[in-house]
């Protein structure tokens, strides 16, 4: 039987054979195309060349290439794991013709390889070819269809003609597109799958796709030749293998067998003698471990947006799927060395990266481990509930309670559901999540407002008023128009120098001046793609001329210019120190300071963010100069200019490079903001802090110029007063801190073990105050600051000596917030189903919080200590009614 490895290289020389060059794969996370998640095709990396905008040193090419689909029509994400075909992660066998050969030879090879290099039978291959489409005014593939019946020899009966949504691909609303023929292999027993063909059917499935692009799709839909015709072909590696080893399951093949092995001997089940569940769970495990792996390695990082939630989606799914197999722990990140055995041959930048892979993978895997099983408990509580109730769909809004508490995505939310025989209002999930984005809009510092024209008065007309203020900070202009709002003046200018909040750079401040009154700019804003000038009247009456003189607060904008070049300098440190993974996720550029928000997967080592910081100063103190230029997209994505993900980029973008003449840029990044014009300008930079913002976010804060050397001489001032406070020298001076931090916590825990002993010795006290409530006694005491643990203790003794008795304590603390801790004896819980965790999770839910635990012991948190009498209400209540 052939290997995986084996059909692979055997693909690869065959077309090498035919004069193809061999491409290797390109990264399955496109790091030059921001609008797109993922690699998804073979014919991604030559797309610029069937737009017409690229060429290549060959015209003929084949490759194996490293695919990603989680939705769409080749996909279904419910389906991974449960059939035998779809997979998340896959690989795409393709070969290609750039203006060279067209459908003969393509239909003639196509046929050659799997007939008579593979063997296929030939008597269980179909082919089929466009049938015409009278919308777009197109006529059968004739031409297709008389090749296979010429070039080949193929059943006549086997050549099928289908509709346009099976085969004509188009590579979007525009663009280049064409026929193509599918070649689809009956697995039926006795060969009657005909009728099965495009019938999305396990037994009879399309293992190669030959696409013919001899058309361009116009603006107005309708189609016109190419000058030059194409062909793009794309198989299935993971099918063909099924085919060529002839087992039935895609799984059953050496490309996942070995990782369903590795995965039994890590759960200690063996795959084959695991349940039909567990089996499931087996497959969607081996399924998203390769994604996560090969994407991870090419540098894609989970986070909560764009391709980095896909990553989570995923990494989550195959985590719950875990615990069909009672994994607690991290485990999938065990299973990534079975992938470098499988794979390292064909993809070798998976040696380099397999211990980061690991660490990404484990890292993301005990941050979801911590809420996944109270997630998991949670729904079980609330179907249960919505099941009881005849209830047969979980509303909207406590699918996004799982999602905004526990971090399930709502798919993850959706299988589960789906297990026990429920549905989803997804339509008001989507409500809830469109409130919270809404309350997060609202949460920033400014939100402009959107005003109808009546709201303007036009003082000269314009074409469109235009931005000056990279080269000039003061000059002479009109107003345009103006309108006023709470107070405050909004102006547009003809020509501005005032940069309007945009990448993350607050906007300018400065004066606009006319005949007998000056405006004072308090901030710059964009409204409809016009910077608006946001003003309070400092002299005169109001607005009484259009000509006026607009000058910026260079106090404002230079130090501001200073913190986001750093930013430019500090994102490419960082992606030098930490890897290529890293990347923005987010900005503030101020006069005062700077924010900087990254993708990476951990705490940034102190030794790491001091390297970061040398990197900087040191570029700084070159004095590298900061140039600018204007291109389009293409053209500064093969300059290696760095763009932000699903940021919506023009016709031309501005590139803002740092490095000497001649030499390698330092950074290169599409950029609108306003910089310096040499790094020796910024000054010295002082990295402040360095934090995490979300799982797989991190953030550093930082200063330049006069703030990082006024941070600097604050830091020694400060060092000196220890110093002269605790007698020691500087260099000793963490060490005596240490010693005296030691010294209070032996202090702190002597204390407790007072406070201990003295509520401990008055447990008697406190079961002799019981009150009855029914048949059973009710402890209720009150406490300041007290240790949780100890109150736990107190609840344990009661529970030692007395029957039929519950303990319920309160420990108010001075920032208002509330502990709650309930005991319960075995009796109540054998004889009266009384359990710790639910009674206390159901009074903190009336003072606005929630808690819960074992039967026996149960703790809570509450915020509303006024609704604590209600609480205690709640508790007597509920203790009487058993």
């Known amino acids: 039987m052939k290997t995986s490895r084996q059909i692979r290289q055997e693909f690869i020389d065959f077309f090498k054979q035919k004069a193809h060059t061999f491409v290797p794969s390109s990264s399955v996370v496109p790091h030059d195309d921001p609008t797109l998640l993922f690699t998804n095709a073979g014919m991604n990396q030559f797309k610029d060349v069937f737009l017409g905008k690229g060429e290549r040193p060959y015209n003929r090419a084949a490759n194996s290439q490293k695919c990603i689909r989680v939705s769409g029509k080749h996909n279904d994400l419910e389906e991974v794991g449960h059939d035998n075909y779809h997979h998340t992660y896959f690989e795409m066998l393709g070969n290609w013709s750039f203006g060279d050969y067209f459908k003969e030879d393509a239909i003639r090879w196509a046929w050659e390889l799997l007939t008579e290099v593979w063997g296929i039978p030939k008597e269980r291959l179909y082919a089929t070819v466009f049938g015409g489409d009278e919308g777009d005014g197109l006529e059968a593939d004739t031409e297709a269809e008389s090749l296979w019946a010429k070039v080949t020899d193929i059943d006549p009966s086997h050549i099928i003609r289908c509709d346009k949504k099976d085969n004509f691909w188009e590579m979007g609303d525009t663009g280049p597109c064409g026929p193509c023929s599918e070649i689809h292999i009956d697995m039926t027993p006795d060969m009657s799958g005909a009728k099965l063909v495009n019938a999305d059917s396990p037994e009879v499935i399309e293992i190669w796709n030959l696409v013919f692009i001899q058309y ?29 080893q002839g087992v039935h399951s895609n799984y059953d093949t050496d490309v996942f067998t070995p990782i369903l092995d590795a995965i039994g001997e890590i759960v200690n089940i063996p795959f084959e003698e695991a349940s039909d569940e567990q089996k499931i769970a087996f497959q969607v495990i081996a399924d998203h471990v390769r994604m996560l792996t090969f994407s991870i390695t090419d540098g894609a990082l989970p986070s909560n947006d764009g391709r980095g939630y896909v990553l989570r989606r995923i990494l989550r799914r195959a985590a719950r799927y875990g615990r069909k197999l009672e994994m607690h722990d991290p485990f999938i990140y065990k299973i990534v060395p079975t992938l470098l055995n499988l794979y390292w041959n064909a993809f070798p930048e998976l040696l380099e990266k397999a211990s980061y892979v690991m660490k990404v993978i484990k890292s993301e895997e005990e941050s979801f481990n911590t809420t996944l099983d109270r997630g998991i408990a949670m729904f079980g509580e609330m179907a249960e509930d919505y099941r009881k109730k005849g209830v047969e769909m979980i509303p909207g809004e406590e699918a996004f309670k799982l999602y905004d508490t526990y971090g399930f995505p709502f798919d993850l939310t959706r299988m589960m559901a789906q297990e026990v025989g429920l549905d989803i209002d997804e339509s008001g999930f989507d409500t809830e999540m469109a409130k919270q984005r809404d309350r997060a809009r609202k949460a920033g510092k400014f939100v ?128 030098n120190t930490l890897g290529d993974h890293v990347a923005q996720k987010g900005s503030l550029v101020a006069p005062n300071h700077l924010r900087f928000d ?20 040191q570029q700084i103190q070159q004095d590298f100069p900061v140039s600018y230029d204007y291109t389009d997209f293409d053209s500064a994505k093969e300059k290696g200019a760095m763009a932000l993900f699903g940021e919506k980029y023009g016709d031309v973008v501005r590139v803002v490079s740092i490095a000497h003449d001649g030499d390698a840029p330092i950074s290169v990044e599409l950029c609108g903001g306003c910089h310096v014009r040499h790094t020796g300008e910024i000054g010295p930079f002082v990295i402040t802090q360095e934090s995490s913002i979300a799982s797989g976010v991190r953030r550093i804060e930082a200063l330049t110029g006069p703030e990082a050397v006024a941070f600097m001489q604050k830091s020694r001032d400060v060092v000196k007063e220890l110093d002269q406070l605790l007698n020691v020298p500087t260099n000793e001076l963490s060490h005596r801190v240490r010693d005296m931090m030691d010294h209070v916590k032996s202090l702190e825990k002597q204390l407790q073990q007072v406070q201990a002993k003295a509520v401990l010795e ?76 639910d009674l206390v999770r159901d009074a903190a839910k009336i003072a606005g919080g929630g808690g819960g635990g074992r039967p026996q012991m149960a703790t809570a948190g509450a915020k509303s200590a006024e609704k604590l009498p209600a609480v205690f209400d709640f508790v007597r209540e509920k203790l009487a009614a058993l």
């Open 216 to 244: 361009n799709r116009n603006q107005d839909s309708s189609l016109t030749p190419l000058p030059d015709q194409h062909v793009d072909t794309g198989m299935g590696f993971e099918r063909i293998v099924r085919v060529l």
């Open 448 to 575: 402009m407002e959107t005003s109808s024209e009546g709201d303007w008065t036009v003082l000269t007309t314009v074409e469109a008023p235009t931005f000056v203020g990279y080269d000039q900070v003061s000059m002479q202009t009109e107003i345009h128009k103006y309108a006023q709002r709470d107070e405050k003046y909004h102006v547009v200018l003809k020509e501005t120098p005032f940069y309007a909040e945009s990448g993350g750079q607050v906007g300018d401040r400065g004066t606009i001046s006319g005949d007998g009154f000056t405006l004072t700019v308090e901030d710059t804003q964009k409204e409809d793609g016009v910077n608006v000038a946001i003003c309070s009247l400092s002299e005169g009456k109001g607005i009484t001329s259009a000509a006026v003189e607009a000058n910026i607060d260079m106090d404002f904008r230079a130090p501001t210019t200073y913190n986001h070049t750093a930013t430019h300098l500090l994102h490419a440190a960082l992606r």
């Open 598 to 617: 990254f993708s990476h997967f951990q705490k940034v080592e102190k030794s790491q963010l001091e390297t970061i910081e040398q990197i900087v100063n």
């Open 762 to 837: 008055r447990s008697d006290e406190f079961i002799s105050a019981a009150e009855k409530q029914g048949d059973v006694s009710l402890v209720l005491a009150e406490f300041e600051n007290m240790e949780v643990d100890l109150l736990k203790q107190l609840g344990d003794v009661i529970r030692q000596k007395s029957a039929a008795t519950v303990g319920f304590f309160v420990n108010r603390l001075d920032d208002g917030r509330v502990n709650l801790i309930c005991a319960v004896t075995d009796d109540l819980i054998s004889e009266k189903k009384l359990k710790a965790g």
